[in-house]
């Protein structure tokens, strides 16, 4: 079964641009979150999503926002870059099935985002 | 209250060791306390992961001790190997979905 994916694997912006991050999740696996990591902050927790609607939200500014197809892969999308969006964003999915077992996220290998 | 302490920051264990990594909480309502590895490049990768109505879990040469009337849970790996050199970080989950709160992340080095 193949893992979790993330396209594209790096991404350089400038200032003031948007940018849309893509994941998509294990087969029938349906949560999905996104998280953030930098040397400073470590692994922020973004947002969750599940059967489309998100479910859980991290402290991030509107500027970050995401969104859940019903093949259940994802977006994430920042508006108007700042220079500390620089960061490795994570996407992580599980396979929550009613009452199965919800605990494992398995995280893809990230996109390297880069604001100059 | 959400925060998830961790330490040490970095560790040095030689070949065959024990490594020792330790995390705190204050959030009670925390269910779900999973333990990962990250090499440079990759995701984190589930290695180990509790519950608090459990005291102690064994995978192989990882186990996790967890202490709920202290708030503190730790990874112990026996018999270290340099193929363990990687970046642990501990993280607690917030019932109602799969919200991870993580800790700050130890950097082991194991030596031959």
């Known amino acids: 079964k193949a893992g979790v994916t993330q396209t594209p694997r790096y991404l350089i912006k400038t200032r003031g641009q948007q940018v849309t991050l893509s994941c998509s999740p294990i087969s029938g696996h349906r949560s999905v979150s996104w998280y953030q990591q930098t040397p400073g902050q470590g692994l922020q927790f973004l947002f969750e999503y599940f059967s489309e609607t998100q479910r859980n939200k991290g402290n991030f500014p509107g500027r970050f926002s995401g969104r859940q197809f019903s093949n259940s892969r994802s977006e994430m999308n920042v508006s108007t870059l700042e220079l500390g969006d620089s960061a490795l964003y994570l996407c992580?999915?599980?396979?929550?099935?009613?009452?199965?077992?919800?605990?494992?996220?398995?995280f893809g290998p990230g996109t390297r985002l880069t604001v100059l | 209250q959400q925060q998830v302490k961790q330490s040490p920051q970095s560790l040095i264990v030689q070949k065959g060791g024990i490594s020792i990594i330790n995390c705190a909480y204050e959030?009670?309502?925390?269910?779900?306390f999973p333990w990962y590895q990250q090499f440079p490049g990759k995701g984190p990768a589930l290695l180990i992961a509790?519950?608090?109505?459990?005291s102690e879990k064994k995978e192989g040469r990882f186990t996790i001790s967890f202490n709920k009337s202290a708030k503190q849970f730790s990874l112990h790996i026996m018999d270290s190997q340099p193929g363990d050199s990687a970046t642990y970080f501990c993280a607690a989950r917030t019932g109602g979905g799969n919200k991870l709160t993580f800790g700050t992340g130890t950097q082991l080095k194991v030596e031959l």
């Open positions: 509790i519950r608090p109505d459990v």
């Open positions: 992580a999915s599980s396979i929550d099935k009613e009452g199965g077992l919800r605990d494992t996220q398995y």
């Open positions: 959030n009670t309502a925390f269910d779900y």
